[in-house]
């Protein structure tokens, strides 16, 4: 079956432009997550939808920073003036029910650069 | 900020032979997972294990977790050139419900035929 995918999978943007990284979850998977991982690191954390619902954004790294999942299937996060430091790969993850301990599906991943 | 620190950074050896990695972690937990990445294929779940679980298995894949040290090792067996990726620990935040994960550092492994 299809697993998690990301568009694009490669991304440049000038600094101090918007950029919108999409994701499409493995169908019926209620647990949607993005990660960001910088080059070296492993990924660190960024927010977390139930469904529609995001329950959690404690790892925005700032306000330009913006997640959505309008029909609790399709995220799209959506970086605003881009700043060099943004430069990352952004991953997206879907597991099928809340909890902690579920499985993890992971995207191939968008790598962002900000020249 | 990551939970986890890991050990080795990197690894190589040689094919046939068994690749240990560690991990420790900072807060209590309700289970801890480990991840590969390549480039092929993205990060990948090997395993989960309980906090109430010691050791357990799956294939070439041995897993130990030491609550009282809070640390984890991932053993393979018997490495393949297939096997050389970077390898992650990831633990939940005990008193998280959500399912987010807090990765380690990674250790890459180069496993040379």
């Known amino acids: 079956g299809a697993g998690v995918s990301q568009s694009p999978r490669y991304k440049v943007a000038k600094r101090g432009q918007d950029v919108a990284l999409r994701c499409d979850p493995i169908?019926?998977?209620?647990?949607l997550f993005w990660y960001q991982q910088a080059l070296g690191q492993g990924p660190e954390f960024l927010t977390y939808?139930?469904?529609?619902?995001?329950?959690?954004k404690s790892g925005l790294p700032s306000d330009r920073f913006f997640a959505e999942r309008p029909e609790g299937s399709v995220s799209t996060l959506k970086i605003q003036r881009t700043q060099q430091e943004d430069s990352a790969v952004y991953l997206c993850?879907?597991?099928?029910?809340?909890?902690?301990?579920?499985?993890?599906?992971f995207g191939p991943g968008t790598r962002l650069t900000v020249l | 900020s990551q939970q986890g620190e890991e050990d080795p950074q990197a690894l190589s050896i040689q094919e046939g032979e068994n690749a240990t990695m560690n991990c420790s972690y900072k807060?209590?937990?309700?289970?801890l997972q480990w991840y590969r990445q390549n480039s092929g294929r993205g990060l990948v779940h090997l395993i989960l294990?309980?906090?109430?679980?010691r050791e357990k298995h799956s294939g070439r894949l041995r897993v130990t977790l030491d609550t009282s040290k809070k640390s984890s090792s991932l053993l393979i067996t018997a490495s393949r050139a297939a096997d050389t990726a970077s390898y992650f620990c990831?633990?939940?935040?005990?008193?998280?419900?959500?399912?987010?994960?807090?990765f380690g550092q990674g250790t890459t492994l180069q496993v040379k035929p």
């Open positions: 939808f139930q469904n529609e619902a995001q329950l959690d």
């Open positions: 169908s019926g998977h209620v647990s």
């Open positions: 294990i309980r906090s109430n679980e």
């Open positions: 990831a633990t939940d935040n005990g008193s998280s419900n959500t399912g987010k994960l807090i």
């Open positions: 993850a879907s597991s099928t029910s809340p909890g902690t301990s579920r499985e993890q599906f």
């Open positions: 807060t209590s937990i309700n289970n």
